[in-house]
């Protein structure tokens, strides 16, 4: 075989179609060895014949997509002083496009013998791990352009590949689970129909199924434990060939991308599945374990876990850095997705202890060219000290509004003095966002995600039902801020159906009109339960996929019809916030202003009262170009929002005619149809069912 010199840059495998460039960052290596990998698993090792700038690298002409490679990387072990290199680990590379195999779990594959934390293991891990993959770069991308939608214009719909499509009765079997699955047209039509225009994927990263599930007979379904930051994990590709996952992915961007619908991952680059100091050598560990990961200063054996998972990678190191970089780019220009999810992104800002929105992390995403540009999320909090950063991310990026979720549950399951922060959270934030040159846009408003309670489980579980996640119901969150409606779980009690009923349709319509963008976690606008398991992480069954043949009919239309309402109106899609003044010149009213039920304007005595459950909300539309319920032009945006959360019907006076000539019934959520086109005239009053929403349009 010919070895030449090759290039540092860029790292990684890279194919340009007269043979393949081989490069990988260490600073403690005393040798590298390439290591390829025959069709029968026959290993052929290349001793790395450069280096700089710590960058090992090599060129080999002839090797083609498809060849299965990994690293084994030779220098000192020394775990007290953070080093811990051993040459008979099997090492997968950081910058693998692809990776083909899933891990068989053995002793192998650690460092130490079983029992004997201390203890050097020597035996060959290859067997046992998946092998990196070098791909084909090159594909038909056709006339691809990303939506580029603006956030005002955005509805997220949180979903997992697999999840979505495995019971789908009009995708082909051999596509459920798959991204191909993603990309048929059954799915595409449904989430248009929603007005859905970006999908969040639930971690596509190549993952790692933990040895202590499998041992249970259970899967890491969410795939929050990723060991390859630029592959795209290959259980949910239907390409059985390797490395064919990477065709597949991109065929599934494009064809969403067709459909108007940006692609958003949820990425996972605060910690690596490779686990604390008795976890496996998998990857980085054996790489250069004290440039990957943040390690204890007084005894560098041990790892600093800000996350939860027993390690945090370790952003204070510039190739750290310069990883998360490179695959935040790659994933932008070669798979061509349209932005990011980042979980517990608190974690990237800890360059050294805290929080930091001045990190070398935000400084170096605020100067890219290419990932500024894109969709940054931010799951603002971690489980290390002072974690929970709602409202402290820098201006460039938005953020899952956890105070909202909170807000809005507490509201509509009655509790008391929530009226003033409720007020709030449904009109963007400004508390948190508003200081920081921000938007009501920051705010991702959502009442449910992946992690807790489905939509229709919040509305009949008072508690977790975690049983069968093996762990004594322990695991989960237990302060819901759920509401049974008055029994545990499933009913045949007609008028406890109707209130859960009810109540999903005020949570999507809450949702929906708040300003702010709204996220839709899948399933929920199709009345799916996990029967109140809360942590549905470790579920890869039915337990956690969409059961298409119990989908809530009703419930997918008013979804559907309340998603349409935001579309058309602008007023519920402002890009500033509201200041109490008129809307523009020759407008007298403000641009909102708040009533009591009787009518009158919120006085701060009202506010601070601490009892009342129920509010409207008018905003001032007027000369903002809309459209009625029959699709024609307006040119009066104006809407009155009454919410009540009190058990009994409540009756509210309509403001006086200056507000308004008539007002039009668009929604009610007593009942599962939008528009029931009831004209009532100002100063007459208007009932709001118990624990309901009435939205009504102001008639001219």
Not at 40 to 61: C, K, N, Q
Not at 102 to 130: K, R
Not at 355 to 383: G, N, Y
């Amino acid at each position: 075989m010919q070895i030449w010199p090759g290039s540092p840059y860029p790292l990684g495998s890279t194919y340009d179609g007269v043979g393949t460039n081989f490069a990988i960052f260490s600073e403690v290596a005393e040798k590298v060895e390439l290591c390829l990998f025959d069709a029968d698993g026959t290993e052929t090792r290349i001793e790395l014949p450069e280096v700089d700038a710590f960058v090992w690298h090599v060129f080999l002409p002839n090797v083609e997509p498809g060849q299965r490679y990994g690293y084994r990387v030779h220098g000192a072990t020394k775990p007290d002083e953070g080093l811990r290199c051993n040459p008979s680990k099997l090492l997968l590379d950081p910058y693998a496009k692809a990776i083909d195999g899933t891990i068989e779990w053995d002793e192998s594959l650690f460092g130490y013998h079983f029992g004997e934390p201390d203890s050097y293991n020597d035996d060959d891990s290859a067997a046992n791990l998946p092998k990196c993959v070098v791909i084909n770069p090159f594909f038909d991308w056709g006339v691809d352009r990303p939506p580029r939608r603006a956030y005002a214009d955005t509805v997220f719909y949180e979903t997992h590949v697999k999840g979505m499509t495995m019971t789908h009765p009009d995708v082909p079997e051999e596509l459920r689970g798959t991204y191909a699955g993603m990309a048929h047209p059954a799915i595409i039509d449904h989430l248009t129909q929603l007005g859905v225009t970006a999908v969040e994927l639930m971690p596509v990263h190549h993952f790692v199924n933990d040895s202590t599930l499998v041992d249970k007979g259970l899967n890491n379904y969410w795939g929050y434990n990723t060991i390859g930051f630029f592959a795209p994990d290959h259980k949910y590709s239907s390409s059985t060939s390797p490395g064919g996952q990477v065709q597949e992915f991109k065929a599934m961007v494009r064809a969403l991308h067709e459909a108007g619908i940006e692609v958003i991952l949820d990425v996972v680059y605060n910690h690596t599945a490779e686990g604390n100091h008795l976890g496996p050598t998998l990857s980085f560990r054996g790489i250069d374990n004290q440039a990957y990961y943040r390690l204890v200063e007084d005894d560098k054996q041990y790892y600093m876990d800000y996350t939860g998972t027993g390690n945090t990678l370790n952003v204070r190191h510039p190739h750290s850095l310069q990883l998360i970089m490179d695959s935040l780019r790659y994933w932008v220009i070669e798979m061509h997705v349209d932005g990011f999810r980042f979980d517990l992104a608190a974690t990237l800002a800890r360059e050294f202890y805290d929080v930091d929105r001045l990190s070398s992390f935000f400084e170096l995403v605020q100067q890219d060219p290419i990932v500024s540009q894109v969709k940054l999320i931010a799951e603002p909090w971690d489980v290390g000290p002072g974690g929970y950063q709602v409202g402290n991310f820098p201006p460039q990026w938005t953020e899952w509004n956890g105070k909202y979720r909170d807000t809005v549950r507490d509201f509509w399951r009655g509790e008391p003095g929530t009226v003033g922060e409720f007020a709030a959270r449904i009109t963007g934030s400004a508390d948190l966002y508003e200081t920081s040159g921000r938007r009501p846009v920051a705010s991702v408003n959502f009442v449910t995600a992946h992690d807790g309670f489905t939509l229709r489980d919040l509305v009949s579980y008072n508690e977790k039902h975690n049983e069968g996640n093996q762990d004594d119901n322990n695991d989960g969150e237990s302060h819901n801020r759920s509401w049974n409606c008055g029994v545990e779980g499933p009913s045949d009690d007609p008028e406890i159906l109707e209130l859960r009923e009810r109540q999903l349709r005020n949570f999507i319509t809450t949702m929906f009109l708040s300003q702010g963008v709204p996220m839709l976690c899948h399933g929920d606008e199709l009345g799916r339960s996990q029967g109140g398991n809360n942590n549905g992480y470790c579920q890869d069954n039915e337990l956690t996929w969409i059961d298409w043949s119990t989908v809530d009919d009703d419930l997918v239309r008013f979804t559907r019809q309340v998603a349409a309402l935001r579309r058309q109106h602008p007023v519920f899609r402002r890009r500033r916030f509201f200041d109490g003044r008129p809307t523009r010149r020759g407008v007298h009213l403000p641009d909102i202003s708040w009533f009591t039920p009787d009518g009158s304007e919120m006085t701060e005595d009202d506010w601070e009262s601490g009892f009342g459950r129920s509010i409207a909300v008018y905003l001032n539309g007027q000369g903002i170009a809309g459209t009625d319920v029959r699709g024609e032009r307006i040119v009066d945006d104006s809407f009155l929002l009454c919410f009540s959360a009190h058990y009994e019907p409540i009756d509210f006076t309509l403001p006086a005619g200056e507000y308004a000539n008539q007002w039009e019934v668009v929604v009610d959520t007593m009942t599962a149809t939008v528009d029931p086109n009831v004209i009532v005239g100002p100063g007459n009053t208007i009932t709001v069912g118990p624990r309901a929403v009435v939205v009504l349009r102001r008639v001219d």
